[in-house]
């Protein structure tokens, strides 16, 4: 499936705020999910990342603002008439019945017949990769089947938008890995706007078009997972994906079109409209740079940029990776960096002089 | 249990506990009128007397309709209880739920004394309904503690996807909710019934002319000559107790399996 530049919007939220009792859970919540989007809410525990998924399924009322499902608002809709179902943590699996019961408890009100509802139960567990698993008791599953389950349940009622919350976390890392491949090639296949709740980065930036980043309410960031990563708007949201190396630095001038900086360790640059972040300021001007974006140069490398030099401080070996703490003249942290093992490559050792290759354009501004 | 005086301990125990109910089979096919050793003979007379004796068969039709209307009653009325105090939050809730669970503690004595006044008072004859009335006061505590931890077991989000996929509020509690605490609902008709069945103080009080099987049993003992009568239909009551227990305990044991959930032991 293909998706044209007119998406229309699936999902509108318009400064949604939600009080339980004094506890101001979410803070003016505004954004559009598109029709056929896979987008996730990501944050920390508690930061209302939930509460806003249970808001489309209707299991939350807002105290303010509207929810709007492909165009209507969803005031006074109650959830079991919602076009949304949900994929539950704990899967909700109906422990007294057999898987078939389960996927098929949807269509109790179908007007469809009995044959019928049976190809479509049948379908929707060949979806999932549980073919021939009708008969079994649901509660004798296993977890990553009783997920598949929960799948097939949800989605044979065709909702316009299927909510998943942390539906992965209670599965260990290997099949959470290949529930996510399964889960986005899903998604492509039946075309239905997924919104996942998930406090994984890894897990948001691998399956998602688009990433809404939540903190105390409050979306601190909407994006797709690139510009997430490589701009993120703030401090705070640099360091909850992924890591970020934090320096200190001097704005020399800005003129709106270049913004020129003097940065602890890597001295003068200048920078791009699009690399500068307005609107943290805390702490005064900082530089953020991923680990990823430096490198050891080794003997005859050269840097296709910048070079700068510094000592390492500390080394972790995990194997297909090494990250070094090299620490830069005139830089208060050192600096953390990864390199990708490969066969003729040294690791260095701690106390080691390094050569480092660097360039202005990974550097992000904010101040 | 190294020690082999706590093993002399528990076994001593268990004697005490159970040899007296071990006796009632003894003297219930005992062929004297005497309740004392030696032992005189095999009869099963006794079980023709029983069996013969028109009070004994009224008074325990009497209990029966008692204990089954009671404990229907409570564990309906624990349902709600059990439900509200689980799910939803309502201001004096913890009023409330005390107020409910007071008479498991309250002296049964002082619950009919009270009850008793009161319908006098305000002129209702008594009767089995009265009675009925008054076992549910003491049923329900049991009930809603029971039935209260199945509640709190059941999943809040296999309500909520119920819901989700379309059903009624009313729906989801036939479909989802019912089915899953029904072997907490078979525990709680169980214990009410048995509470109900051989309860004394209230049944005496508030029975006016009509004699339940407990009323009955304690005034057959003035007669001597009654008393083997009254080991047989002990007898019988243990056997079908033991009948009950072995029942509800199987449809216990098969909820459990049919949900997956882990047995931890006793039907309570």
């Known amino acids: 499936m293909t998706f044209s530049a007119e998406k229309t919007n699936m999902i509108e939220f318009r400064d949604v705020h939600k009080y339980y009792g004094d506890y101001h859970a979410l803070r003016g919540i ?26 489309i399924a209707g299991f939350e009322d807002i105290s303010s603002g509207a929810v709007l499902i ?48 049976a190809r479509a139960v049948a379908e929707a567990l060949e979806m999932v990769g549980l073919k021939g698993y009708g008969k079994r008791a649901a509660h004798a599953l296993s977890g990553g089947q009783r997920q598949r389950v929960a799948l097939a349940r949800a989605l044979i009622l065709k909702p316009k938008v299927l909510l998943l919350d942390e539906p992965l976390s209670a599965l260990d890392k290997k099949m959470r890995e290949q529930m996510q491949v399964e ?25 998602s078009d688009r990433i809404a980043v939540m903190f105390e309410g409050q979306i601190a960031q909407l994006a797709d997972p690139e510009t997430l990563y490589r701009r993120p708007a703030s401090k705070k949201v640099a360091d909850f994906i992924g890591t ?3 320096l200190p630095a001097q704005v020399i001038s800005d003129s709106g079109a270049t913004v020129e900086i003097d940065a602890a360790g890597f001295g003068r640059m200048s920078l791009s409209p699009d690399q500068v972040m307005r609107g943290d300021s805390e702490g005064g001007p900082t530089i953020g740079l991923r680990p990823e974006t430096l490198t050891i140069l080794f003997d005859g490398q050269t840097a296709s940029d910048r070079e700068v030099f510094g000592t390492v401080e500390e080394v972790v070996y995990y194997g297909d990776m090494t990250y070094y703490d090299v620490s830069l003249p005139g830089a208060p942290e050192p600096m953390r960096l990864s390199m990708r093992n490969v066969p003729g490559r040294p690791v260095l050792d701690r106390g080691a002089q390094a050569r480092l290759g660097w360039s202005p354009g990974a550097v992000v501004l904010f101040r | 249990m190294k020690n082999p005086s706590l093993k002399l301990y528990a076994v001593a125990y268990l004697i005490f506990l159970y040899a ?42 009497n209990s029966l309709l008692i204990a089954v209307c009671a404990s229907l009653l409570a564990t ?41 006044v009161v319908l006098i008072a305000i002129g209702v004859p008594l009767s089995i309904f009265t009675i009925i009335l008054g076992h549910v006061l003491i049923c329900t505590p049991f009930a809603v503690a029971i039935l209260t931890s199945a509640f709190q077991s059941l999943d809040r989000s296999l309500e909520e996807a119920a819901y989700d996929l379309g ?19 078979i525990s709680s008709l169980l214990i009410c019934f048995t509470i109900s069945l051989d309860e004394f103080i209230i049944a005496y009080f508030l029975g006016g002319n009509q004699t339940v099987l407990s009323v009955y049993i304690f005034g057959q003992f003035r007669f ?41 032991g006793g039907f309570l």
């Open chain 2, 20 to 61: 007296p109910i071990a006796l009632l089979p003894l003297f219930a096919f005992n062929d004297s009128k005497v309740i004392a050793f030696p032992l005189a003979g095999f009869t099963t007379n006794w079980f023709a007397e029983m069996w013969a004796d028109q009070q004994l068969f009224k008074a325990f039709g």
């Open chain 1, 70 to 117: 492909d165009g209507k608002d969803m005031a006074n809709v109650p959830a079991n008439i919602r076009p949304t179902n949900m994929v539950f943590q704990s899967y909700a699996i109906f422990p007294h019945l057999t898987v078939e019961e389960n996927v098929g408890f949807g269509l109790r009100k179908d007007p469809r017949s009995k044959d019928e509802k």
């Open chain 1, 244 to 246: 970020m190396n934090f």
């Open chain 1, 183 to 207: 889960l986005i090639k899903l998604q492509r296949q039946v075309g239905i706007t997924f919104i996942l709740v998930t406090h994984d980065q890894e897990e948001a930036l691998v399956m």
């Open chain 2, 167 to 185: 059903e009624t509020a009313a729906s989801t509690f036939r479909l989802i909710i019912l089915p899953l605490v029904m072997p907490g609902i």
């Open chain 2, 76 to 116: 309906t009325l624990g349902i709600f209880a059990a439900r509200a105090s689980t799910r939803y939050k309502f201001p004096g809730k913890a009023g409330i739920l005390g107020l409910i669970m007071l008479p498991m503690v309250l002296p049964e004595m002082i619950v009919s004394m009270a009850l008793l």
């Open chain 1, 30 to 55: 505004n954004a559009t999910i598109k029709a056929g989007e896979f987008f996730s809410l990501l944050g920390p525990s508690g930061c209302g990342k939930t509460t806003l998924l249970r808001t």
């Open chain 2, 224 to 264: 001597p000559a009654k008393v083997p009568a009254v080991m047989a239909l002990g007898f019988v009551l243990v056997c079908i107790s033991i009948c009950l227990l072995t029942i509800a305990e199987y449809f216990r044991r098969r909820g459990i399996a049919r949900t997956g959930g882990k047995d931890t």
